[in-house]
């Protein structure tokens, strides 16, 4: 029986409604491929002639000797990466930012004109070399892709229709040559991203009739758009090549299908090797298994590169039956592995039991003969510890009453000599205060006499001159 993701309750249909819209924008990609392309190298030049111009530079002035984290302040939001104090993305001397500048005043002055000419600001720079940047145009574009999955793509043929797209949407000098307002959030180009994520993304490589025909109505419109793309060679081409793909009549190169099962492989190659939930993985697993399948059946079609439309049906329902050949195979394999997993669980089940179960005992024993001993050395230290404790206090008693003793007589042979010393003291002052007090007497009185004998000559003398003195 099939997995219920590929079940054969689900038409064959729906899987080949998602090979088409990948085909439609694998065309679509095609279309607008040269368009961007002429854009983005004129911008280059642009570039490299305004800097020399506006610096004094000699025309033709280029730059290959900085890298891309020199002319990045670090840190910068969502692309240095500090752990401990090191930044992942300037990670060493040589990748240093350079505050001075490119010395030949190129290279920082060409990422200023990447991040004016970014609609949100925001160049992916973690895609691009900037070496490279004054000779291979196509690093300049990758600043205006997603900021994952594509610093390894060197031109525009390598790169898919999400990355030339986001291009379009990012760089602000294409809203010129587009009629519809790229700011705003379902413009035809955003429309067109979507049915890009729609097959890149979708869980069971399956799609609806009314899906298919909405998606390649969003890529026709795109490619309409009445500006430039509307009398654009290639963008026409591609239409055309959707008009006859919806209408199964286009005759399908081989290395188209490859080209769409191989984009979505290493979209689901990336998905399993950062997806944490083990279901989600397993499914992304089988995705990957059926696109292989898928592969091969195209390739089985004898040596002709060319395929038509029933040819395709064919090789999708010979891919389809391997899987759910190859998937009933795989369930039986499972189910044998599970039954004799069962089985081994059982008899490991009641070997752990009877392993338990000795185990128990000889644990019980075990704890009952440390308990004994615990007790019984339990018993023995206090009784030790009880006699120290005594030892130790008849120890403390006798120390403290000798250190009484000797307290006491050092106390009361320090208060006899600090006595005598006091009243020894005492006695010489009392003596000295004595003898001053005599010494100030004497002097009272022999002023006293000076003071009687002065009075008494003064009194005869004024009786003498014959004046009266009246007491």
């Not at 060197?154 to 291009?167: E, P």
């Not at 001053?436 to 009272?444: L, R, W």
Request: glycine share 6%; aromatic share 6%; hydrophobic share 35%.
């Amino acid at each position: 029986m099939a997995t219920p993701m590929y079940s054969s309750k689900l038409s064959g249909s729906k899987f080949k409604n998602w090979i088409k819209a990948g085909l439609g924008v694998l065309y679509t990609k095609e279309g607008i491929e040269p368009f961007v392309c002429d854009e983005i190298e004129q911008f280059q030049q642009k570039c490299l002639n305004d800097i020399c111009i506006n610096n004094g530079l000699p025309a033709g002035t280029t730059c290959s000797g900085c890298c891309t984290e020199n002319v990045i302040v670090c840190p910068t939001n969502r692309i240095c990466n500090a752990k401990r104090g090191k930044c992942s993305f300037h990670r060493n001397s040589a990748t240093q930012y350079l505050p001075s500048g490119c010395p030949n005043k190129i290279c920082h002055n060409f990422k200023n004109e990447i991040q004016n000419a970014h609609r949100f600001c925001g160049p992916s720079y973690k895609n691009t070399d900037a070496s490279q940047w004054c000779s291979n145009a196509w690093e300049v574009a990758k600043c205006f892709m997603p900021p994952d999955g594509y610093k390894d793509v060197t031109n525009a043929a390598k790169t898919d229709f999400n990355g030339i797209n986001s291009v379009i949407i990012n760089f602000k000098a294409f809203q010129s040559k587009v009629k519809d307002d790229l700011s705003k959030k379902f413009n035809i180009f955003e429309q067109g991203r979507e049915v890009g994520r729609a097959v890149r993304h979708s869980p069971q490589l399956e799609m609806e009739d009314t899906d298919l025909h909405k998606y390649f109505t969003d890529l026709q419109n795109l490619l309409s758009d009445p500006t430039y793309l509307s009398a654009n060679t290639d963008a026409q081409n591609a239409k055309t090549k959707l008009l006859q793909l919806q209408n199964d009549t286009l005759i399908i190169g081989k290395d188209d299908i490859r080209n769409v099962l191989d984009d979505v492989a290493k979209a689901v190659q990336d998905k399993i090797r950062t997806e944490i939930d083990e279901q989600k993985k397993e499914a992304e697993k089988t995705k990957l298994e059926l696109i292989s399948i898928t592969n091969a059946s195209v390739k089985r079609i004898e040596s002709q590169e060319i395929l038509s439309i029933s040819q395709l049906d064919k090789a999708l329902d010979s891919a389809i039956n391997d899987l759910e050949k190859h998937t009933k195979a795989s369930l039986k394999k499972v189910q044998s592995e599970a039954d004799i997993a069962k089985k081994q669980i059982g008899e490991c089940a009641d070997k752990g039991v009877s392993k338990l179960n000795v185990e128990a005992d000889t644990g019980v024993k075990q704890i009952e003969i440390s308990a004994d001993k615990g007790v019984s050395k339990l018993k023995v230290e206090a009784d030790t510890g009880v006699k120290q404790i005594e030892i130790s206090a008849d120890k403390g008693v006798s120390k403290l009453k000798v250190e009484a003793d000797t307290g006491v007589k050092q106390i009361e042979k320090q208060i006899e000599i600090s006595a005598d010393k006091g009243v020894s003291k005492l006695k010489v002052e009392a003596e000295a205060g004595a003898t001053k007090i005599s010494a100030k007497a004497d002097e009272a009185l022999k002023k006293i006499e000076e003071s009687t004998t002065a009075n008494k000559e003064d009194k005869y003398n004024k009786l003498k001159e014959g004046k009266c003195i009246f007491v």
